[in-house]
């Protein structure tokens, strides 16, 4: 949970770098104007592997200052599937190019 009293929350180490700025704007846009909008970014574990997750969340109460609850869902495997197959429909592509010009060429 990231707390929203008084000050804002500081990241933490487990957010790759480079989501810090989108983290804190979804953050501020949650906080301030209740936007819910679901959004990905990359956490690193301890060993320093990355995993792709989606954040949802919805700000509550908690101890009688505003919080966001936050669920994060493992979109690792789903996002590494996604880039194979667009690699993949690429490289097939490019084979049916190959022939086509090849053909026009010989005509």
Known sequence: MESGGGSRPTHHGY??????????????????NGQNEVYDIELINREGMRRIVS???????F????????VLTD?????????????????????WKIPMISFILRI
Do not use: C, F, Q, W
């Not at 954040?55 to 109460?61: E, K, P, Q, S």
């Open 75 to 95: 979109i690792t495997a789903a996002k590494n599937t996604e880039r194979a197959l667009l690699e993949s429909e690429e490289k097939y592509r490019s084979l």
């Open 63 to 70: 101890e009688g200052s505003p919080a966001i609850m936050s």
């Open 15 to 32: 957010i790759a770098p480079e989501y810090h700025a989108k983290v804190a704007a979804a953050i501020s846009e949650r906080l301030d």
């Open 55 to 61: 954040v949802r969340g919805t700000v509550i109460t």
